[in-house]
């Protein structure tokens, strides 16, 4: 495994966390100037310490001036907060191992790493690219990591896997004493009274549960056309690669799927990870736009209780995070068998008993293992080099890439028999039937006073809502009303002949046809060619998503799926591993806020062509940082510094 490099600082790790509730802006951007100061940068890489001389030239800016707002000042504190912290570790490149390692040494508290954290979430998701991400915070977070700690000052051996590791979990998954919304204003009340089982399990680990995330409404099952990330309750949800359209295009990069909320936090490191839930696409979606790792696994290995539903016979949760460790480290944590759900039950009956997926973390695993490919991009695809690049790594670890004889990519179905091969399954009533019958299952969990009781119930309420806020509801809520008014008894043999074509299209002629007659342990596609995502779903078989190209620009990044057959995650997770240690394709967004520098290029747009040209190469940096995803803070505000100079001196 690949070991992080840290830069440790003692001497800025043992000051107190302080309560800031009650303090002034300007004081605590006062009290924070004054510990930077005296820091000696120069013994730290310029990786890390160029942003936090920036930030404090910033802050000591910021506070000098009378007129400086309290936003501006707030900003100025956690952009220093957050440039100090990255001394300590970079929470983008750190996996929870790496953060372990840290407790052990001393050099980290968990109640510290906490804190680091909510300060990214309120820089980043609430003051400048305001990626509106976290629907809430829990209250009792601090609390909890303190509890952490003195946990391990009893007992040192506890720093292991989860606990104390900060989380954010999707705000359709039960956690007592914070509403469980799925973002929807007609369950904005809904304090659940027991935690998930996968919350349970998360809270018998240790782990740190710091809020609830935003998401598509109802997992993106209300209305047709919705954009993703939107929900009544929560707003919009934006990417933090390119969060808004930049000047003279109208792009922007959807922070896609249901769980938009848990990609955008993990691609921005809010936590340490977060939880998603899948239906058909809403971990693997949101992991490639987001350009983290996902794990959708195989449904039945981890409770759907106390989640609100859209499919008991489609949804599962999963990780989504920025390395496979992490994910792997998660899903020890969710994965078992649930008497509430009867989907768990296959975990024995397919014979895993105890299962360590940190185990597939090895690059040895692959030796052997016939991997064939259902999806190559062309040449001229932004993806390819990186996808041969993927291969090679495979190959260079011991495992046999199965293509056609010429090279072109697998395809599902028997060729020899057309008749035996299923249409895409159109039209199927599937998951509008299961919404009908499991919705209204959940809410019958919750206290016997709760008034939401039915989708009728919910519609009524939409519908008496949109009466005093018209904008709430953009994209109307066809799909409740029609799943409000199914017949379950009359619809139940449709159902189930649909799902038998589900099967088959999925199963029987699809993934499993394709392991069995070209004798794979797993298929590998992208997002954009040959995508397992929807046939997946319906097969109910696990996928492992790994970033595998992003051009920095506005185009959707690039995964790389690895999918197999039911209770396979271990086997891809160290499909996967290789190809992630191999290759080290993501790149962590930005986060930068770009308006002021928008402001300078268009008043350089705006100068005759002449005139521009003596300074033209500061313009065409300037502008390069404006439209790059990846551009730091600095290197922004650095580009609009030398633009304004040029353009004083013009």
């Known amino acids: 495994m690949k070991k992080l490099s840290f830069i440790l600082l003692g001497l800025w790790m043992s000051m107190p966390i302080v309560s800031q509730a009650n303090e002034h802006p300007r004081a605590l951007l006062s009290s924070l100037i004054v510990k930077a100061d005296p820091i000696d940068y120069g013994a730290h890489p310029a990786e890390y310490t160029r942003h936090v001389v920036h930030a404090l030239a910033k802050a000591k800016k910021q506070f000098t001036n009378a007129v400086s707002t309290d936003e501006q000042l707030n900003i100025a504190r956690l952009e220093l907060q957050v440039a100090l912290d990255g001394l ?29 954290y909510l300060d990214r ?151 340490a990870i977060t939880v998603g839930t899948e239906t058909s696409g809403s971990i693997l979606s949101p992991s490639f736009a987001n350009s983290i790792v996902g794990i959708k696994p195989t449904v039945g290995l981890i409770s759907r209780y106390g989640v609100i539903p859209i499919s008991s016979t489609q949804d599962t949760a999963g990780p989504m995070g920025r390395n496979l460790t992490d994910a792997a480290i998660l899903l020890n944590v969710l994965m078992g068998y649930d008497p509430h759900d009867d989907a768990t039950k296959g975990i024995a009956e397919a014979g895993l008993g105890a299962v360590d997926y940190t185990q597939s973390l090895h690059l040895g695993d692959v030796r052997g293992k016939r991997i064939g490919l259902v999806g190559i991009p062309p040449e001229d695809n932004p993806a390819y080099e990186a996808f041969q690049q993927a291969m090679q790594a495979l190959k260079n670890a011991g495992a046999e890439i199965i293509t056609k004889p010429d090279g072109r990519a697998l395809t599902y179905f028997n060729p020899d028999d057309s008749d035996a091969n299923p249409p895409f399954p159109s039209n199927s009533l599937v998951l509008d039937y299961d919404f009908a019958k499991d919705l209204p299952a959940y809410l019958a969990t919750l206290d016997a006073n709760y008034p939401i009781k039915s989708l009728q119930h919910i519609v009524d309420f939409n519908r008496e809502y949109m009466k005093t806020d018209s904008t709430a509801f953009p994209f109307g809520q066809a799909i409740m009303i029609r799943c409000s008014v199914l017949d379950l008894e009359e619809k139940k043999e449709q ?156």
């Open 88 to 116: 300590v570790v970079d929470l983008q490149k750190a996996t929870i191992l790496d953060l372990q390692d840290l407790v052990k040494a001393g050099r980290l508290s968990y109640t510290q790493l906490t804190q680091m």
């Open 121 to 271: 979430i309120e820089l980043y998701d609430v003051h400048t690219t305001k990626l509106n991400s976290v629907r809430m915070l829990n209250p009792q977070a601090l609390a909890e990591a303190r509890k952490c700690d003195e946990a391990f000052r009893a007992n040192p051996s506890v720093a292991k896997g989860m606990f104390g590791m900060p989380i954010l979990i999707k705000d359709n998954i039960n956690v007592v004493g914070m509403p469980t919304t799925a973002g929807s204003v007609a369950l904005a009340d809904n304090y659940a009274p027991y935690d998930a089982p996968l919350v349970a399990k998360l809270k018998a680990a240790g782990a740190v549960i710091i809020g609830k995330l935003n998401l598509t409404e109802f997992a993106n099952y209300i209305a047709t056309g919705m954009t993703t990330g939107f929900s009544s309750l929560g707003g919009q949800v934006l990417n933090p690669y390119r969060p808004v359209p930049l000047l003279g295009d109208s792009l922007t990069v959807r922070p896609s799927g249901s769980s938009a909320g848990s990609g955008v936090a993990a691609a921005a490191a809010l936590a």
């Open 495 to 650: 159902f189930l002949a649909d799902r038998q074509k589900d099967i088959l299209y999925a199963r029987d002629n699809g993934i499993d046809y394709l392991l069995k007659e070209y004798r794979l342990d797993c298929i590998v596609s992208t997002n954009r060619t040959g995508s397992t995502t929807l046939i997946g779903a319906k097969a109910g078989y696990p996928t492992v998503s790994i970033p595998l190209a992003n051009s920095g620009g506005a185009a959707h990044p690039i995964n790389l799926h690895f999918t197999g057959t039911a209770f396979s995650e271990a086997q891809l997770i160290a499909c996967a591993y290789v190809v992630e240690q191999a290759t080290d394709f993501r790149i962590p967004p930005g986060l930068a806020q770009k308006n002021s520098l928008g402001a300078a290029l268009v008043a350089a747009q705006q100068l005759p062509a002449e005139k521009r040209a003596v300074f033209q190469k500061i313009y065409d940096a300037a502008l390069e940082a404006y439209y790059h995803n990846f551009s730091a803070q600095i290197d922004v505000d650095k580009a609009e510094e030398a633009l304004r100079a040029a353009l004083g001196n013009v």
